[in-house]
């Protein structure tokens, strides 16, 4: 994701010195040869022209269930849209699959509860990793149960628009959903994937 104005820069040069490649051996990761070589360019081309798919990332944290219980209801909010999804816990998930999942996404939705005004360590920790990465052109949106201030998705909006998300109508609930929240959260899906189609325009 940084690099990619530079790997689009060295794709072209490769294309014009018009080289017959056996083999690709970076400077760490694995070694690619023979048809596996226009694989790993092919693969590069689109993940460094931000290629992406009709797909939906939520990832969250939760501490009693409520903003779990939103996720799944946004989740199937986008399935209902026409997009596919993939929803991962921050704790039971390998970060490194859901960056690369991001990469091809073209929504991103994080969700996490309030705790002490603000949002749970797991969310922090990684949206300071994809901020790093400075991801582009995503659609998104902010979600969590709160009890009393909130904080939480507030701060993930700060986070995401830092990032270069482009956020839409933020979503709190207080404490558990009830039928009402869990529609707004199927509406707040429908809203990320229109605006994301309207960018695809
Ligand atoms: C340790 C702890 C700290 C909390 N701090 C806040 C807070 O600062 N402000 C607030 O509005 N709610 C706070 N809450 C309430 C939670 O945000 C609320 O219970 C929420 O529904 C939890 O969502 P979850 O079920 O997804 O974990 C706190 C809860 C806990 C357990």
Not at 111 to 140: C, E, Q
Not at 155 to 160: D, R
Request: proline letters at 3%; hydrophobic letters at 45%.
């Amino acid at each position: 994701m940084p690099f990619s104005s530079l790997i689009t820069k060295t794709l072209k040069k490769i294309d014009e010195m018009g080289l017959a490649i056996d083999m690709v051996a970076p400077s760490h990761g694995v070694i690619w040869r023979n048809s596996g070589v226009s694989d790993i360019l092919g693969a590069y081309r689109g993940w460094s022209s931000a290629e992406s798919n009709n797909t939906a990332i939520v990832v969250y944290d939760t501490m009693w269930g409520s903003t779990e219980k939103m996720a799944s209801a946004i989740a199937q909010g986008i399935i209902d849209a026409g997009f596919e999804v993939k929803v991962y816990h921050l704790r039971k998930s390998e970060w490194s699959e859901i960056i690369r999942e991001i990469l091809e996404a073209k929504i991103l939705l994080v969700g996490s509860p309030t705790i002490n005004n603000g949002m749970f360590p797991s969310v922090g920790g990684f949206l300071t990793y994809l901020r790093g990465l400075r991801p582009k052109g995503k659609v998104g949106s902010a979600f969590g149960s709160y009890g009393w201030a909130g904080g939480a998705v507030k701060a993930i909006t700060g986070e995401l628009e830092k990032t270069g998300v482009t956020v839409i109508e933020p979503l709190s609930v207080k404490f558990v959903p009830g039928a009402n929240d869990l529609a707004e959260c199927a509406k707040l899906a429908k809203k990320v994937v229109d605006a994301a189609e309207m960018q695809e325009r």
